[in-house]
């Protein structure tokens, strides 16, 4: 691949080398992956073989090197460029592939049926928002498929009923953000989906919407352009329920609790306070902090779309390394707010037998407890 | 004037500036052609003692009454060509400028466009001098003394020197002490003197002064006035100072590392910025607990060179004085392992490269690669970073760890930038009025800068600035007089109703109405000549000198005619 032109594109020239990027990737500790250097190659070389770069596929986006780089060039961006060439030429990871696929014919990545996407209600009270209402409530893919996600999103629609809101969700009409589709470098899916999507949210005539997952929040309130439609994630909009006491937390939650901060909520968007409101707001929680919280929270490595993509070291998980320094804080629950952080962070509290120790919960699950018998 | 205008016209080459683009030679034929020119010539440089010789010749010569420059701006060479008509015996006001350069050549490629813009600017500048009326060249006395802000290395330095030169200094001082922030470090680079040996002659010297009045506690709340004659009016014992020229040497703010939540300031006590590093230093106790250290780490370039804390610049002194503190430690701790990590090492001044040399070879090792991260680490800190020129990320675990933290503008520059109408530049230091050329002066006469609040320097710069802005500042006050612009703004008393439009929009206080006769009255010395009177002023009373409505409409006339 010649460089000059996406060197151009995205303005690599402001670089200085200073290794802000790289020494804070949480993944280049672990594999080949180093950005530094490979900007480094966009500047000076005039080629660059995308396809002897597998390592491109470890990137989780968590952007924190977007976040540290002092000259504002945006290395993660380079990764998702390089990605697109990878994808262009067909030379991907076969989950990759499938994921796309799946994307593109059943509107999500796990390629799940769509008939079944609004299984997850269950009996829960829930509107169809092709009827109209005020907030319209963005599922997402995993939390409507997975059935570990199901407590968050039966959660959050009790929630919204208790605090009064008129809500409704587009059942089997909903389809993948595009999100993560995006970062695996899948750039023309991504504007279809955009494109249909938004046309269906505005559709339904919400003047909010609110998501279950900071990745969907992210990419429909940074990459949308949806205006006239204010977007939040759940945090934001719950904690706002509970300050204007629209939402009342009764039950005492005894328990000592640490949170994790999202990539995609925290560094990406800056919603550090609101999910601490919330635990705060519970009776009876004791909540404590990791050493790296807030803009230094350590990625749990689900996004960038490594839910589909293993990566080249399966050894050494960051999410192992996150529940150690969890655990560390002498909590029984680690509180997340993103449903990739719940499914590998759980997952690895198991794999490293830390499960008598601690516990991994969605916020709304905490609220959900504190909610009372239904 | 009767007799007819006898215009010589005198267009410039500027070397290649302008010739390259413009058919100078046609534009002087074409000047040649134009209503009451009798000489119209080119030259290489008119600027040059030749070029303007030209001109005093045909002055005496042709006896020329009007002479018009085609040359560069006239905020360049104005006052270069009202003094050659002066010398020729013309009064300068009659001398007047077209700007072919900044406005015509260097702004366009097509050469025939260009000539023919060349060709109408000169035209309309003909016209207009054919109108002009010889001015009074005017002086006003100086209030002898100059008023110092900041009693830092800079304002004590800056206040010595007018001082020693025999006038009255008043030396403002917001805190209660002298020293400024200079007084917080222990030695300085690249000569490790103390710096408390440095500065307490120097204080002592400005307190027993009989020329400099110390005022402490006190702040600049006013200034009005102008070059030679300012009223400052100061919080404090002595509220009004009558002065003939302002030093300011207000310094920096240091950059708060809170700011960079990553780098764990705040949250680990054994990271501490370099100015507590003084401190501990001066007290030849690092850890300020007495507990022993095996590993002393410096990060660079904290809050500086740094888009996403909004401070693009180099501090300028980091570089230096960690080279400094690395020494320091390992003077006190020969065997600790002294790390720097910085993205390039930055030491340019006289002795400092040197400096640099010994610093590594007393055992500091410089690691290139910014660090991203400090966090906890086995009961230490780890920075956690990449050696770019290794190409690896790394966990370095340190149990010193001194952010090198840089300079920033002052967060009350502001409030002094709103008082004497200050600019500031993207940086938000105060601006010079031209970087090369007028480097301590500022676009207010009389107002001149030194030291850190015109962007971050070393004590040796600082130090040099002050010196140059007291040296700018005597001129004045050694002159005595200062020549005040004669394009004034004048009122025709005979058609003034005494409405005070002008009053209202005089943005420098010139327009008053008289008390007794009801019209309006312009201080000369206070106009600026801006003319914004003058076209408020609805029954067309006023008029800006030099700039009258003819004049202007035979501007216009001339290029659209």
């Not at chain 1, 550090?272 to 004791?286: H, L, N, S, T």
């Not at chain 2, 800190?381 to 690896?392: S, Y």
């Not at chain 2, 502001?414 to 993207?426: E, I, M, P, Q, V």
Request: proline share 4%.
């Amino acid at each position: 691949m010649k460089t000059k032109a996406m060197t151009e594109q995205l303005e690599l020239f402001g670089c200085i080398q200073c290794g802000k990027c790289t020494g804070g990737c949480p993944v280049a500790r672990k594999t080949v992956l180093n950005i530094r250097s490979m900007i480094y190659n966009m500047l000076v070389e005039p080629e660059l073989d995308v396809k002897a770069h597998e390592e491109l596929w470890d990137c989780t986006c968590c952007f924190t090197c977007v976040e540290r780089c002092p000259k504002d060039v945006r290395p993660a961006d380079l990764i998702i460029e390089l990605r697109g060439q990878l994808v262009e030429s067909g030379r991907i990871p076969e989950t990759i592939g499938a994921a796309l696929m799946g994307t593109f014919r059943q509107g999500n990545p796990s390629g799940m049926a769509r008939e079944d996407r609004a299984a997850w209600v269950n009996g829960t009270e829930v509107k169809a928002a092709q009827e109209g209402c005020e907030l319209l409530y963005y599922v997402g893919c995993t939390p409507a498929y997975d059935l570990r996600v199901h407590t968050v999103t039966r959660a959050l629609a009790r929630a919204f009923t208790a605090a009064g809101l008129d809500f409704g969700t587009l059942g089997t009409e909903e389809s993948c953000c595009g999100n993560e589709i995006k970062r695996m470098g899948e750039a023309g899916l991504f504007e279809m989906l955009v494109e249909e999507n938004s046309e269906l949210f505005r559709s339904v005539g919400a003047s909010r919407l609110v998501t279950t997952s900071p990745h969907c929040f992210n990419t429909i309130k940074n990459e949308y352009g949806l205006d006239g439609i204010e977007v939040l994630h759940y945090t934001q909009l719950v904690a706002a329920l509970i300050e204007q006491g629209q939402l009342e937390l009764s039950n005492e939650v005894n328990k000592k609790i640490t949170y994790h901060d999202p990539c995609f909520l925290g560094k990406q968007n800056h919603v550090f306070d609101e999910p601490r409101a919330i635990i705060q707001a519970i009776p009876g929680v004791e909540l404590v902090e990791m050493d790296r919280n807030r803009e230094r929270s350590l990625c749990c490595e689900g996004g960038g779309g490594r839910m589909w993509a293993e990566g080249t070291n399966l050894e050494e998980r960051l999410a192992f390394q996150r529940v150690h320094e969890a655990a560390e804080t002498g909590a029984e629950i680690l509180a997340v707010a993103c449903p990739f952080c719940l499914l590998t962070l759980e997952d690895a509290v198991k794999v490293q037998g830390l499960d008598e120790q601690i516990q991994v919960m969605d916020i709304m699950e905490l609220v959900n407890l504190s909610l009372g018998e239904e | 004037m009767a007799q007819k205008p006898r215009i010589g016209v005198y267009i410039c080459h500027c070397g290649t500036n302008i010739a390259a683009t413009v058919d100078v030679k046609q534009v002087a034929e074409f000047a040649a052609t134009l209503p009451g020119v009798v000489v119209a010539r080119d030259y290489l440089y008119m600027c040059s003692d030749p070029g303007q010789g030209l001109i005093q010749r045909d002055i005496e010569e042709q006896e020329l009454t009007r002479v018009v420059v085609a040359s560069c701006s006239p905020r360049m060479h104005e006052p270069t060509f009202r003094g050659a008509g002066r010398q020729g015996g013309l009064n300068p006001y009659l001398v007047e400028m077209a700007n072919i350069r900044e406005q015509c050549s260097w702004v366009h490629s097509d050469r025939g466009q260009a000539t023919e813009k060349a060709k109408w600017l000169v035209a309309s500048v003909v016209a207009k001098s054919a109108l002009l009326k010889p001015l009074e060249e005017r002086e006003v006395d100086v209030t002898p003394g100059a008023v110092v802000v900041g009693g830092g290395i800079a304002g004590m330095t800056a206040a010595l020197d007018v001082a020693d030169a025999g006038f009255p200094v008043y030396l403002v001082e917001q805190s209660g002490r002298l020293g400024g922030r200079m007084a917080d470090l222990n030695r300085t680079f690249p000569t490790l003197e103390s710096v408390a040996k440095l500065m307490g002659p120097l204080i002592e010297r400005v307190q027993t002064h009989s020329n400099i009045t110390v005022l402490l506690n006190s702040q600049v709340t006013g200034v009005e006035g102008f070059v030679g004659n300012f009223e400052v009016t100061v919080s404090g014992e002595i509220p009004n100072l009558q002065v003939g020229a302002i030093i300011i040497a207000t310094g920096y703010d240091i950059f708060d590392p809170h700011r960079k939540p990553e780098l764990g300031y705040g949250q680990y006590p054994n990271v501490i910025t370099s100015l507590e590093m003084e401190q501990r230093l001066a007290a030849k106790d690092l850890t300020g607990s007495g507990k022993a250290i095996k590993s002393v780490a410096f990060i660079q370039c904290v809050g500086s060179r740094d888009a996403q804390v909004g401070n693009e610049y180099c501090s300028r002194v980091c570089c230096m004085y960690t080279a400094k503190q690395s020494l320091q430690v390992k003077e006190l701790l020969p065997d600790a392992d002294v790390t720097v990590f910085y993205i390039d090492v930055r030491t340019f001044g006289k002795g400092a490269e040197e400096f640099y040399d010994e610093a590594r070879a007393t055992g500091v090792r410089y690691r290139r690669g910014n660090i991203s991260e400090v966090i906890r680490h086995n009961g230490r800190v780890a920075l956690i970073g990449e050696d770019t020129l290794l190409g690896r990320p790394f966990d370095f675990e340190a149990d010193l760890v001194v952010l090198a933290v840089g300079m920033e503008s002052r967060a009350d520059a502001g409030d002094l930038s709103n008082l004497l109408k200050l600019a500031r530049s993207s940086d938000g230091f105060f601006m010079e009025l031209h970087p090369k050329l007028r480097p301590v002066d500022t676009a207010v006469d009389g107002v001149f800068l030194a030291g850190c609040c015109q962007g971050p320097k070393d004590i040796i710069d600082t130090v040099a600035q002050a010196k140059a802005a007291a040296s700018s500042a005597l001129i004045p006050l050694l002159r005595g007089v200062v020549p005040v612009i004669s394009e004034t703004a004048l009122v025709d008393e005979e058609w003034c109703a005494g409405c005070g439009m002008c009053v209202d929009v005089c943005p420098f206080g010139s327009a008053s109405l008289d008390p007794l006769w009801g019209v309006s009255r312009i201080n000369a010395v206070l106009c600026k000549g801006c003319g914004a009177c003058a076209t408020a002023c609805p029954s067309k009373a006023i008029r800006l000198q030099h700039f009258t409505t003819e004049q202007i409409m035979a501007q216009v006339d001339a290029l659209v005619g």
